[in-house]
């Protein structure tokens, strides 16, 4: 279980971007936190994940206080993130990533299991680096099984939509779906898809640096479908692709 | 053969008390043991030291071992090495220099190779040099390679030195054939007050030649690297350059790629980017686990492997 309390922060300039932000993902849940582009979404994904430090609040994970350990410490303390640009390596295998993930070195029947759940076959990628040759639908989901391979207590994924193409994106979309069905620990996901909102358990809305909704994932979606202005047209309906 | 030989041949190369193939050891400036093939034969050069190696036509799947090794200061070492490959021939050499020095006094290996491919052979030739020991004499590798590729044939060049030689100038040059490709992927590391400069040419003479040509370095400390390549193409042809550098405290690398077209058919292209590791990759490595040393030093094992 995650636990915000009271979380801020501002830009190095002193721009105020989130605003007493409290919130609990409870275990084996899956969160999606939705709203406005600017709205701070991002923001409090790398906050969780220790990418930036809150100027005050605490953040509780299963209990224990972690608001002032490091990335570092708070990935071996069992938090994942999966970044909205995957970053890319010259030199380093696909193996090579998604082995430092998992911490051990693995034979190549664990890594197809892992590449399998995003949809990739092992023997054509495992050997390939991560680098500029793999399109952008490919190091998404090559980032995404590396935070599948770390079986984390809580993982943390933002706006897994973005820059992808619409075939990538409808299979990206399965791959959710998926891991959704067979969903250990907690999951947030920062999204603005429709489809994404759909398998979530909880729908929280943020705008403006604050919580302005959140509920079950069914009334939260009623009320986004009845009224845009709530939700500040927050979210894209497959439609619009 | 010494105990440091020992030791710097087991780096350098694959040996593992004995070397599978035919092979010429020297140790400074001396052979330490020979054995030629059936159809590799390796003979002294009468004029200058060094080696004559002969690759027989039609050779396949043979592996030839020329390692070089200065064990101790003092020690100037100036070899040329001709290797012919034969027609048809598919072999790999593995070379490979270890300086190693406990005194003041400087230890240098100088190794000048000429390669003479004809018609559709391939050459795969792998190069590790290293430094070591404690002295404060500096070492040099300078090592310098001409190569002549006739029609079709392939020579594919894996060099790397990573750490441990103070000095080193690397000049390789090329002519190539009809159909002929050439394939050079160089690893570079210095550190401290390390200087490493490697100069390429290569010269497309013949109708559909390629060259691929990729350099990755790495400059961490006050070191200091150059690059400079000269790909010149006479006929239709490809050519392809990268060089990639990173650099680290106050290292520093000088890039200058020259592409030369010479036929209205030749497509050359060169890649090159220099800095330092990007934050948004230490980041994505310290939210799998690891610290921000093990960050860095897994990102430079990757570009430099």
Redesign the interface.
């Given at each position: 279980m995650l636990r915000l309390e009271n979380i801020s922060w501002s830009t190095p300039d002193g721009v105020g971007v989130l605003k007493d932000i409290s919130l609990t993902v409870p275990d084996g849940k899956l969160v999606v936190i939705t709203g406005p582009n600017g709205g701070g979404k991002t923001t409090l994904a790398k906050i969780i994940?220790g990418?930036y430090k809150q100027d005050s609040g605490r953040i509780f994970l299963d209990d224990k206080d972690i608001s002032d350990m490091?990335?570092?410490e708070r990935?071996?303390a069992g938090?994942?993130?999966a970044?909205q640009?995957?970053?890319r390596?010259?030199?380093?295998?696909v193996r090579?990533l998604i082995e430092?993930?998992a911490?051990e070195k693995l034979p190549v029947d664990k890594l197809c299991d892992i590449l399998s759940k995003v949809g990739l076959c092992a023997e054509e990628y495992i050997n390939r680096e991560v680098n500029s040759t793999l399109s952008g639908g490919e190091i998404k989901r090559i980032e995404i099984a590396?935070v599948l391979a770390?079986h984390s207590a809580l993982t943390v994924f933002d706006e897994p939509e973005a820059g992808i193409d619409l075939w990538s994106f409808t299979s990206l979309i399965k791959t959710f779906e998926e891991i959704r069905s067979s969903l250990k620990g907690s999951m947030i996901i920062i999204s603005h898809q429709e489809r994404i909102l759909n398998i979530a358990d909880e729908i929280v809305i943020v705008a403006n640096g604050s919580i302005k909704a959140q509920g079950k994932a069914d009334s939260m979606m009623q009320k986004l479908n009845e009224n845009h202005a709530i939700s500040g047209k927050c979210y894209k309906q497959e439609a619009m692709f | 053969m010494n105990e440091i030989t020992k030791d710097l041949l087991r780096e350098i190369s694959e040996w593992d008390g004995e070397f599978k193939g035919a092979y010429n050891i020297r140790e400074n400036g001396q052979c330490a043991g020979r054995m030629s093939s059936k159809n590799i034969k390796i003979e002294s050069k009468k004029d200058q030291p060094g080696l004559e190696i002969f690759v027989a036509p039609g050779t396949k799947n043979e592996t030839v071992s020329i390692p070089a090794c200065v064990t101790h200061g003092n020690v100037d070492d100036l070899v040329y090495n001709d290797f012919y490959i034969g027609e048809g021939a598919d072999v790999t050499i593995v070379a490979g220099c270890g300086i190693h020095t406990e005194t003041g006094e400087p230890a240098r290996h100088n190794g000048i190779h000429r390669f003479f491919l004809k018609k559709d052979s391939k050459v795969k030739y792998l190069e590790k040099h290293i430094g070591k020991g404690h002295g404060t004499g500096l070492r040099y590798i300078d090592p310098v390679t001409e190569a002549e590729l006739e029609e079709n044939s392939v020579l594919e060049m894996d060099t790397a030195q990573i750490g441990g030689v103070d000095r080193t100038t690397r000049i390789t040059a090329a002519k190539l054939g009809e159909g002929a490709k050439l394939l050079i992927r160089e690893r570079i590391l210095t550190e401290k007050q390390q200087t490493a400069k490697t100069d390429f040419k290569v010269e497309m003479n013949g109708k559909d030649s390629g060259v691929d040509l990729i350099s990755r370095s790495v400059a961490r400390d006050d070191s200091h690297q150059e690059y400079h390549s000269v790909i010149i193409g006479n006929a239709p042809c490809t050519g392809h350059s990268e060089c990639d550098a990173i650099i680290s405290e106050n290292g520093k690398v000088d890039a200058a790629p020259e592409l030369h077209a010479r036929d209205n058919d030749a497509a050359l292209i060169h890649e090159a980017a220099i800095g330092k590791i990007a934050g948004e990759q230490i980041l994505k490595l310290r939210t799998l686990g690891l610290t921000e040393e093990e960050a860095e030093a897994t990102i430079i094992d990757g570009f430099l492997a």
């Open positions: 994940a990418l490091d990335i570092t990935a071996g938090i994942s993130f970044f640009q995957p970053v390596f010259k030199g380093i295998t090579k430092l993930s911490g590396t770390r | -």
